[in-house]
């Protein structure tokens, strides 16, 4: 372990959701830091992640994983990562849509998100490259497909 303590908040009651000790799992294989830090894991549903997309990326709607990395003031050490908040009915939306396992979709979600609060992003091709391809990495150890190969590209090859 990597000594990341995950706190989960499931705001909705659906029978398809992993269980905790999966998104710690997840969450901690994603953390690339060596220090012990704590990440609070929030599952929501459609309104509360439409709500936060508003209120913070000024996007109308839900989506699938916010995350919002912990910012210390000044000379104030603390062990903190962020949080993450992830809409379960968006996850499995997409997972059915996409033709990807829901456990798939739900484990990259997580790592996603976890990478989100490391500083990872995507906004350039570089910065892009550099993430997918490590949360590409991090899928397969957990034994999980490419997420952003499309069931056209699997098909052809």
Known sequence: MSGLAVDIQRVVDDADLPTDAEFERWANLAWQAEEPSEVTLRIVDREESAELNGLYRHKTGPTNVLSFPFE??????VPLAGDLVICAPVVRDEAHEQGKSLSGHWAHMVIHGMLHLQGYDHLTDDEADIMETLEIALLKELGFSNPYESEET???S
């Open 154 to 156: 699997e098909q052809d």
């Open 72 to 77: 210390a003031p000044p000379g104030i050490t």
